[in-house]
Protein backbone atom coordinates (compact mmCIF):
# COMPACT_ATOMS: atom_id res chain seq x y z
CA UNK A 1 0.00 0.00 0.00
CA UNK A 2 1.29 3.26 -1.38
CA UNK A 3 0.32 6.59 0.30
CA UNK A 4 2.10 9.84 0.45
CA UNK A 5 1.07 13.87 0.44
CA UNK A 6 2.40 17.52 -0.06
CA UNK A 7 1.44 19.48 3.04
CA UNK A 8 -1.04 22.07 2.48
CA UNK A 9 0.11 25.64 3.56
CA UNK A 10 -3.26 26.03 5.83
CA UNK A 11 -3.37 22.09 7.39
CA UNK A 12 -4.12 21.76 10.23
CA UNK A 13 -4.77 19.45 13.52
CA UNK A 14 -3.04 17.81 16.70
CA UNK A 15 0.40 17.42 16.92
CA UNK A 16 2.14 14.48 19.05
CA UNK A 17 5.19 14.85 20.68
CA UNK A 18 8.26 13.01 19.05
CA UNK A 19 8.10 10.51 22.25
CA UNK A 20 4.17 10.09 21.88
CA UNK A 21 4.14 9.21 18.67
CA UNK A 22 7.05 7.26 19.03
CA UNK A 23 5.93 4.85 21.47
CA UNK A 24 2.61 4.33 19.54
CA UNK A 25 4.77 3.22 16.41
CA UNK A 26 6.67 0.74 18.90
CA UNK A 27 3.24 -0.47 20.20
CA UNK A 28 2.04 -0.67 16.61
CA UNK A 29 4.95 -3.20 15.43
CA UNK A 30 5.04 -4.93 18.70
CA UNK A 31 1.00 -5.36 18.49
CA UNK A 32 1.36 -6.69 14.75
CA UNK A 33 5.27 -7.93 14.06
CA UNK A 34 5.86 -6.28 11.23
CA UNK A 35 8.95 -4.44 10.82
CA UNK A 36 9.48 -0.27 10.12
CA UNK A 37 12.04 1.20 8.32
CA UNK A 38 12.69 5.00 7.22
CA UNK A 39 14.67 5.85 4.09
CA UNK A 40 14.47 8.45 1.26
CA UNK A 41 11.77 10.67 3.54
CA UNK A 42 9.62 7.66 3.79
CA UNK A 43 9.00 4.98 6.10
CA UNK A 44 8.12 1.69 5.30
CA UNK A 45 5.47 -0.52 7.52
CA UNK A 46 6.11 -4.02 6.53
CA UNK A 47 6.82 -5.72 2.97
CA UNK A 48 7.06 -8.70 3.68
CA UNK A 49 4.48 -8.99 6.51
CA UNK A 50 5.33 -11.95 9.17
CA UNK A 51 5.26 -15.30 8.21
CA UNK A 52 4.47 -13.73 4.54
CA UNK A 53 5.95 -17.27 2.09
CA UNK A 54 6.05 -16.81 -1.80
CA UNK A 55 6.64 -13.61 -3.88
CA UNK A 56 5.02 -10.32 -3.24
CA UNK A 57 1.33 -9.64 -4.42
CA UNK A 58 1.23 -9.07 -8.32
CA UNK A 59 0.41 -5.85 -10.14
CA UNK A 60 -2.99 -4.22 -9.85
CA UNK A 61 -2.54 -4.85 -5.67
CA UNK A 62 -1.33 -1.65 -4.74
CA UNK A 63 -3.48 1.86 -4.05
CA UNK A 64 -2.55 4.92 -3.85
CA UNK A 65 -4.08 7.34 -0.80
CA UNK A 66 -3.39 11.18 -0.87
CA UNK A 67 -4.42 14.10 1.34
CA UNK A 68 -3.93 11.98 4.64
CA UNK A 69 -4.43 14.28 7.83
CA UNK A 70 -1.18 15.30 8.96
CA UNK A 71 -1.40 14.15 12.35
CA UNK A 72 -1.90 10.64 11.65
CA UNK A 73 0.47 7.92 12.10
CA UNK A 74 0.64 4.06 11.09
CA UNK A 75 -1.05 3.67 14.15
CA UNK A 76 -3.97 5.28 13.13
CA UNK A 77 -3.86 4.32 9.46
CA UNK A 78 -3.01 0.84 9.60
CA UNK A 79 -6.72 -0.37 11.54
CA UNK A 80 -8.20 1.83 8.99
CA UNK A 81 -6.53 -0.37 5.90
CA UNK A 82 -6.87 -3.30 7.70
CA UNK A 83 -9.97 -3.22 6.94
CA UNK A 84 -9.90 -3.94 3.28
CA UNK A 85 -7.50 -6.82 3.86
CA UNK A 86 -3.98 -8.00 4.82
CA UNK A 87 -1.30 -5.30 4.46
CA UNK A 88 1.64 -6.41 2.77
CA UNK A 89 3.47 -2.88 2.98
CA UNK A 90 2.79 0.47 3.40
CA UNK A 91 5.11 3.14 2.31
CA UNK A 92 4.32 6.69 4.39
CA UNK A 93 5.48 10.25 2.96
CA UNK A 94 6.85 12.19 5.91
CA UNK A 95 4.50 15.24 4.33
CA UNK A 96 0.90 15.63 4.92
CA UNK A 97 -2.21 18.01 4.16
CA UNK A 98 -5.16 18.45 6.02
CA UNK A 99 -8.32 17.76 3.76
CA UNK A 100 -9.76 14.56 2.76
CA UNK A 101 -8.13 11.49 1.74
CA UNK A 102 -8.41 9.79 -1.96
CA UNK A 103 -7.62 6.43 -3.22
CA UNK A 104 -7.05 5.58 -6.12
CA UNK A 105 -5.65 2.35 -8.05
CA UNK A 106 -1.63 3.15 -8.14
CA UNK A 107 -0.03 2.89 -11.67
CA UNK A 108 2.21 0.36 -12.39
CA UNK A 109 3.24 0.53 -16.16
CA UNK A 110 5.69 -2.24 -17.08
CA UNK A 111 5.92 -1.11 -20.76
CA UNK A 112 8.14 1.74 -22.31
CA UNK A 113 7.62 3.29 -25.81
CA UNK A 114 10.57 3.05 -27.88
CA UNK A 115 10.91 5.43 -31.26
CA UNK A 116 13.36 6.00 -34.21
CA UNK A 117 14.06 2.86 -34.81
CA UNK A 118 15.59 1.77 -38.08
CA UNK A 119 12.53 0.41 -40.07
CA UNK A 120 14.80 -2.85 -41.36
CA UNK A 121 15.31 -4.21 -37.59
CA UNK A 122 13.51 -7.56 -36.50
CA UNK A 123 11.71 -8.16 -33.45
CA UNK A 124 14.95 -10.34 -32.01
CA UNK A 125 17.37 -7.87 -33.09
CA UNK A 126 15.76 -5.13 -31.14
CA UNK A 127 15.03 -7.00 -27.78
CA UNK A 128 18.90 -8.34 -28.17
CA UNK A 129 19.96 -4.67 -27.71
CA UNK A 130 17.53 -3.50 -25.19
CA UNK A 131 18.61 -6.22 -23.07
CA UNK A 132 22.75 -5.26 -23.78
CA UNK A 133 22.16 -1.93 -22.11
CA UNK A 134 18.86 -2.66 -20.00
CA UNK A 135 18.13 -4.81 -17.13
CA UNK A 136 14.40 -6.92 -16.84
CA UNK A 137 13.22 -7.02 -20.16
CA UNK A 138 10.31 -9.38 -20.56
CA UNK A 139 9.51 -9.48 -24.57
CA UNK A 140 9.57 -6.54 -27.37
CA UNK A 141 6.49 -5.65 -29.37
CA UNK A 142 7.13 -4.53 -33.02
CA UNK A 143 4.83 -3.69 -35.87
CA UNK A 144 5.59 -4.83 -39.21
CA UNK A 145 5.20 -1.84 -41.90
CA UNK A 146 1.48 -1.25 -42.93
CA UNK A 147 2.32 -1.98 -47.19
CA UNK A 148 6.10 -3.81 -46.55
CA UNK A 149 5.49 -6.56 -44.05
CA UNK A 150 9.21 -7.17 -44.33
CA UNK A 151 10.06 -3.61 -42.28
CA UNK A 152 9.20 -2.23 -39.03
CA UNK A 153 7.30 0.68 -38.37
CA UNK A 154 10.06 2.47 -36.83
CA UNK A 155 8.97 1.80 -33.19
CA UNK A 156 8.57 -0.83 -30.64
CA UNK A 157 7.06 -1.47 -27.38
CA UNK A 158 9.46 -2.88 -24.39
CA UNK A 159 7.66 -4.98 -21.65
CA UNK A 160 9.93 -5.20 -18.38
CA UNK A 161 9.67 -7.46 -15.46
CA UNK A 162 8.80 -4.72 -12.66
CA UNK A 163 7.66 -1.24 -12.54
CA UNK A 164 10.88 -0.36 -11.14
CA UNK A 165 12.69 -2.23 -13.98
CA UNK A 166 11.12 -0.19 -16.61
CA UNK A 167 11.67 2.93 -14.94
CA UNK A 168 15.20 2.26 -14.29
CA UNK A 169 15.10 1.47 -17.84
CA UNK A 170 13.70 5.06 -18.84
CA UNK A 171 16.19 6.78 -17.16
CA UNK A 172 19.02 4.94 -18.52
CA UNK A 173 17.82 5.66 -22.19
CA UNK A 174 16.99 9.03 -21.85
CA UNK A 175 19.78 10.94 -21.92
CA UNK A 176 20.58 9.68 -25.81
CA UNK A 177 23.88 7.91 -24.58
CA UNK A 178 22.60 4.90 -25.65
CA UNK A 179 23.00 4.96 -29.49
CA UNK A 180 21.83 1.19 -30.87
CA UNK A 181 22.93 0.44 -34.77
CA UNK A 182 23.89 4.70 -34.72
CA UNK A 183 20.29 5.71 -33.98
CA UNK A 184 19.43 8.31 -31.52
CA UNK A 185 16.21 6.61 -30.04
CA UNK A 186 13.12 8.29 -28.84
CA UNK A 187 12.17 6.75 -25.39
CA UNK A 188 8.92 7.13 -23.24
CA UNK A 189 6.21 5.30 -20.96
CA UNK A 190 3.80 3.65 -23.41
CA UNK A 191 -0.03 4.95 -22.09
CA UNK A 192 -1.06 2.34 -19.86
CA UNK A 193 -3.40 -0.43 -21.47
CA UNK A 194 -7.01 0.04 -20.97
CA UNK A 195 -8.39 -2.47 -18.29
CA UNK A 196 -11.74 -4.38 -19.49
CA UNK A 197 -13.14 -6.47 -16.54
CA UNK A 198 -13.49 -10.26 -17.03
CA UNK A 199 -17.17 -10.04 -17.03
CA UNK A 200 -17.56 -7.64 -19.80
CA UNK A 201 -14.96 -9.27 -21.70
CA UNK A 202 -17.19 -12.24 -21.78
CA UNK A 203 -19.74 -10.85 -23.94
CA UNK A 204 -17.73 -9.76 -26.48
CA UNK A 205 -18.09 -11.28 -29.69
CA UNK A 206 -15.88 -8.60 -32.15
CA UNK A 207 -12.30 -9.97 -32.96
CA UNK A 208 -9.69 -7.48 -33.70
CA UNK A 209 -7.81 -8.40 -36.53
CA UNK A 210 -4.56 -7.18 -37.32
CA UNK A 211 -1.38 -7.36 -40.16
CA UNK A 212 -3.71 -6.97 -42.97
CA UNK A 213 -2.16 -6.36 -46.61
CA UNK A 214 -3.78 -2.65 -47.15
CA UNK A 215 -5.06 -4.11 -50.42
CA UNK A 216 -7.27 -6.89 -48.27
CA UNK A 217 -11.01 -6.01 -49.03
CA UNK A 218 -13.44 -6.42 -45.83
CA UNK A 219 -15.68 -8.72 -48.50
CA UNK A 220 -12.45 -11.24 -48.91
CA UNK A 221 -11.73 -11.20 -44.65
CA UNK A 222 -15.85 -11.90 -44.26
CA UNK A 223 -15.23 -14.73 -46.36
CA UNK A 224 -12.02 -15.87 -44.57
CA UNK A 225 -13.97 -15.80 -41.75
CA UNK A 226 -16.72 -17.70 -42.54
CA UNK A 227 -14.79 -20.61 -43.70
CA UNK A 228 -14.89 -22.48 -40.61
CA UNK A 229 -18.98 -22.00 -40.48
CA UNK A 230 -20.65 -20.36 -42.95
CA UNK A 231 -22.96 -17.64 -42.01
CA UNK A 232 -21.23 -16.86 -38.93
CA UNK A 233 -20.16 -13.30 -39.50
CA UNK A 234 -22.39 -10.30 -39.25
CA UNK A 235 -20.02 -7.45 -40.93
CA UNK A 236 -16.50 -6.18 -40.89
CA UNK A 237 -15.08 -2.90 -40.52
CA UNK A 238 -11.70 -2.64 -42.54
CA UNK A 239 -9.39 0.59 -41.54
CA UNK A 240 -5.66 0.80 -43.20
CA UNK A 241 -3.98 -2.69 -42.33
CA UNK A 242 -6.88 -4.22 -39.21
CA UNK A 243 -10.20 -4.76 -38.99
CA UNK A 244 -12.87 -5.60 -36.72
CA UNK A 245 -14.92 -9.16 -37.28
CA UNK A 246 -18.24 -8.67 -35.80
CA UNK A 247 -20.01 -12.53 -35.51
CA UNK A 248 -24.15 -13.19 -34.48
CA UNK A 249 -22.50 -15.26 -31.65
CA UNK A 250 -20.14 -14.89 -28.56
CA UNK A 251 -18.82 -18.49 -29.19
CA UNK A 252 -18.07 -18.50 -32.93
CA UNK A 253 -15.93 -15.02 -31.92
CA UNK A 254 -14.03 -17.43 -29.82
CA UNK A 255 -13.86 -20.10 -32.32
CA UNK A 256 -12.83 -17.81 -34.87
CA UNK A 257 -10.33 -16.50 -33.53
CA UNK A 258 -8.49 -19.65 -32.11
CA UNK A 259 -8.70 -21.24 -35.95
CA UNK A 260 -7.76 -18.27 -37.76
CA UNK A 261 -4.80 -16.70 -35.53
CA UNK A 262 -1.80 -16.87 -37.48
CA UNK A 263 -3.57 -17.66 -40.59
CA UNK A 264 -2.65 -16.07 -44.23
CA UNK A 265 -4.56 -13.55 -45.92
CA UNK A 266 -3.52 -12.26 -49.10
CA UNK A 267 0.05 -13.30 -47.96
CA UNK A 268 0.28 -11.65 -44.65
CA UNK A 269 -0.07 -13.37 -41.37
CA UNK A 270 -2.73 -11.64 -39.07
CA UNK A 271 -3.16 -11.73 -35.64
CA UNK A 272 -6.42 -12.32 -34.06
CA UNK A 273 -7.87 -11.00 -30.57
CA UNK A 274 -10.73 -10.38 -29.40
CA UNK A 275 -11.08 -6.29 -29.67
CA UNK A 276 -11.68 -4.32 -26.15
CA UNK A 277 -15.14 -2.51 -25.60
CA UNK A 278 -15.12 1.19 -24.92
CA UNK A 279 -15.69 2.68 -21.64
CA UNK A 280 -18.79 2.25 -20.25
CA UNK A 281 -18.56 5.66 -18.75
CA UNK A 282 -17.37 7.20 -22.20
CA UNK A 283 -19.42 10.38 -22.38
CA UNK A 284 -19.57 9.34 -26.58
CA UNK A 285 -22.50 7.19 -25.36
CA UNK A 286 -21.71 4.73 -28.05
CA UNK A 287 -22.58 0.73 -28.14
CA UNK A 288 -19.69 -1.25 -28.69
CA UNK A 289 -21.71 -3.23 -31.14
CA UNK A 290 -23.25 -0.74 -32.75
CA UNK A 291 -21.71 1.03 -36.41
CA UNK A 292 -17.94 1.75 -35.69
CA UNK A 293 -17.57 5.24 -36.39
CA UNK A 294 -14.00 7.60 -36.82
CA UNK A 295 -14.86 8.72 -32.74
CA UNK A 296 -15.43 4.90 -31.79
CA UNK A 297 -12.64 3.61 -33.03
CA UNK A 298 -10.24 6.30 -31.20
CA UNK A 299 -12.40 5.45 -28.43
CA UNK A 300 -11.42 1.67 -28.72
CA UNK A 301 -7.37 2.81 -28.90
CA UNK A 302 -7.44 3.32 -32.36
CA UNK A 303 -6.58 6.01 -34.68
CA UNK A 304 -8.97 7.75 -37.31
CA UNK A 305 -7.82 7.93 -40.51
CA UNK A 306 -7.85 11.97 -40.43
CA UNK A 307 -5.55 11.95 -37.47
CA UNK A 308 -3.97 9.05 -36.58
CA UNK A 309 -1.55 10.15 -34.27
CA UNK A 310 -2.76 9.06 -30.61
CA UNK A 311 -1.66 11.47 -27.92
CA UNK A 312 -2.24 12.10 -24.54
CA UNK A 313 -2.56 15.11 -22.14
CA UNK A 314 0.66 16.18 -20.54
CA UNK A 315 2.75 13.94 -22.54
CA UNK A 316 5.42 15.19 -24.76
CA UNK A 317 4.61 16.32 -28.34
CA UNK A 318 7.86 14.82 -29.62
CA UNK A 319 6.64 11.70 -28.85
CA UNK A 320 3.43 11.56 -31.32
CA UNK A 321 2.84 7.60 -30.51
CA UNK A 322 1.25 7.05 -27.13
CA UNK A 323 0.03 3.55 -28.25
CA UNK A 324 -0.83 0.52 -25.71
CA UNK A 325 0.34 -2.79 -26.37
CA UNK A 326 -0.54 -5.45 -29.04
CA UNK A 327 -4.12 -4.29 -29.38
CA UNK A 328 -3.17 -0.88 -30.67
CA UNK A 329 -2.33 -0.43 -34.70
CA UNK A 330 0.36 2.23 -35.39
CA UNK A 331 0.14 5.70 -36.99
CA UNK A 332 1.18 6.52 -40.53
CA UNK A 333 5.32 6.19 -40.75
CA UNK A 334 6.48 9.87 -40.06
CA UNK A 335 8.36 11.80 -42.99
CA UNK A 336 10.91 14.25 -43.71
CA UNK A 337 9.63 17.15 -45.35
CA UNK A 338 10.71 19.75 -46.74
CA UNK A 339 9.54 23.73 -45.68
CA UNK A 340 6.78 24.83 -48.20
CA UNK A 341 7.48 28.08 -48.79
CA UNK A 342 11.16 28.20 -48.72
CA UNK A 343 11.35 25.34 -51.28
CA UNK A 344 15.11 23.18 -50.05
CA UNK A 345 15.50 24.12 -46.56
CA UNK A 346 14.54 20.78 -44.85
CA UNK A 347 12.87 19.86 -41.83
CA UNK A 348 14.55 17.67 -39.41
CA UNK A 349 12.06 15.82 -36.31
CA UNK A 350 13.73 16.96 -32.85
CA UNK A 351 12.92 15.95 -29.62
CA UNK A 352 11.06 19.39 -27.38
CA UNK A 353 13.69 18.19 -24.33
CA UNK A 354 16.50 18.97 -26.53
CA UNK A 355 15.27 22.58 -26.74
CA UNK A 356 15.87 25.73 -24.14
CA UNK A 357 13.34 26.75 -21.16
CA UNK A 358 13.04 29.55 -23.13
CA UNK A 359 11.45 28.17 -25.83
CA UNK A 360 8.30 27.24 -23.90
CA UNK A 361 5.55 29.93 -23.45
CA UNK A 362 2.55 27.71 -21.49
CA UNK A 363 2.71 26.41 -18.04
CA UNK A 364 1.84 23.39 -19.10
CA UNK A 365 5.30 22.92 -21.39
CA UNK A 366 7.16 23.87 -18.75
CA UNK A 367 5.50 21.25 -16.18
CA UNK A 368 6.49 18.51 -18.29
CA UNK A 369 10.14 20.08 -19.76
CA UNK A 370 10.54 20.27 -15.52
CA UNK A 371 9.27 16.42 -14.77
CA UNK A 372 11.65 15.44 -17.64
CA UNK A 373 14.76 16.94 -16.11
CA UNK A 374 14.19 16.07 -12.80
CA UNK A 375 13.34 12.31 -13.77
CA UNK A 376 10.25 12.21 -12.88
CA UNK A 377 7.46 10.43 -14.65
CA UNK A 378 5.55 13.05 -17.02
CA UNK A 379 2.54 14.73 -14.75
CA UNK A 380 -0.65 13.07 -15.10
CA UNK A 381 -4.06 15.90 -15.62
CA UNK A 382 -7.21 14.32 -14.20
CA UNK A 383 -10.17 16.39 -15.54
CA UNK A 384 -13.20 17.27 -12.52
CA UNK A 385 -16.45 19.54 -13.34
CA UNK A 386 -19.03 20.94 -11.24
CA UNK A 387 -21.99 23.07 -12.25
CA UNK A 388 -22.36 26.60 -10.93
CA UNK A 389 -25.11 28.55 -9.23
CA UNK A 390 -26.34 29.76 -13.01
CA UNK A 391 -26.13 26.10 -14.68
CA UNK A 392 -22.51 26.76 -15.59
CA UNK A 393 -20.19 24.33 -16.59
CA UNK A 394 -17.42 24.58 -14.20
CA UNK A 395 -13.67 22.98 -14.56
CA UNK A 396 -10.21 22.30 -12.30
CA UNK A 397 -7.35 19.05 -12.95
CA UNK A 398 -6.27 17.98 -10.80
CA UNK A 399 -2.28 17.01 -11.59
CA UNK A 400 -0.12 14.13 -10.36
CA UNK A 401 3.50 13.99 -10.24
CA UNK A 402 5.22 11.04 -9.74
CA UNK A 403 8.61 10.34 -8.57
CA UNK A 404 10.66 7.53 -9.97
CA UNK A 405 13.74 7.69 -7.91
CA UNK A 406 11.51 7.27 -4.76
CA UNK A 407 8.23 5.65 -5.98
CA UNK A 408 6.36 8.89 -4.69
CA UNK A 409 3.43 10.38 -5.71
CA UNK A 410 2.39 14.34 -4.86
CA UNK A 411 -1.19 15.88 -5.98
CA UNK A 412 -1.88 19.17 -6.95
CA UNK A 413 -5.17 21.04 -7.13
CA UNK A 414 -5.70 24.49 -7.62
CA UNK A 415 -8.42 26.50 -5.66
CA UNK A 416 -10.40 28.50 -8.37
CA UNK A 417 -12.43 26.62 -10.95
CA UNK A 418 -12.85 27.59 -14.95
CA UNK A 419 -15.10 27.46 -18.27
CA UNK A 420 -12.76 26.14 -20.48
CA UNK A 421 -10.22 23.12 -20.55
CA UNK A 422 -7.56 24.76 -21.85
CA UNK A 423 -7.69 27.71 -18.98
CA UNK A 424 -8.39 24.93 -16.14
CA UNK A 425 -5.32 23.47 -17.50
CA UNK A 426 -3.31 25.67 -17.82
CA UNK A 427 -4.34 26.94 -14.70
CA UNK A 428 -3.14 23.52 -13.01
CA UNK A 429 0.26 23.21 -14.69
CA UNK A 430 0.93 27.04 -12.93
CA UNK A 431 -0.42 25.89 -10.08
CA UNK A 432 1.63 23.15 -9.89
CA UNK A 433 4.70 24.64 -11.01
CA UNK A 434 4.75 27.19 -7.71
CA UNK A 435 4.27 24.40 -5.43
CA UNK A 436 7.25 22.03 -6.40
Known amino acids: MHEENKAAANGCGKIRSGAQNGAALLALMEKTGYSMVQQNGQRKFGGPPPGWEGPPPP ?30 ELRLMMEFSGKFIGVCVSLDNCRLFIG ?10 ILNEMKKVTEGVVDVIVYPNATDKTKNRGFAFVEYESHRAAAMARRRLIPGTFQPWGHTIQ ?23 RNLMISTTEDKIKAEFNKFKPGVVERVKKLRDYAFVHFFHREDAVAAMSIMNGKCIDGASIEVTLAKPVNKESSWKQHFNGQISPSSENLLGFPN ?11 PASLSVRLNGQHSPSPPEVERSTYPIFPGIKLTPISMYSL ?10 HLDYFCHKNSWAPPE ?14 LVYKVLISSIADDSQSYFMPEKLCTTVEDAKELAAQFTLLHL
Open 305 to 315: KEDSTQKSLGK
Open 187 to 209: VDWADPEKVVDEETMQRVKVLYV
Open 381 to 394: YCLYSTTSQDGKIL
Open 116 to 125: AIPKDKKKEE
Open 356 to 365: KLSHFSSAVM
Open 59 to 88: RGCEVFVGKIPRDMYEDELVPVFERAGKIY
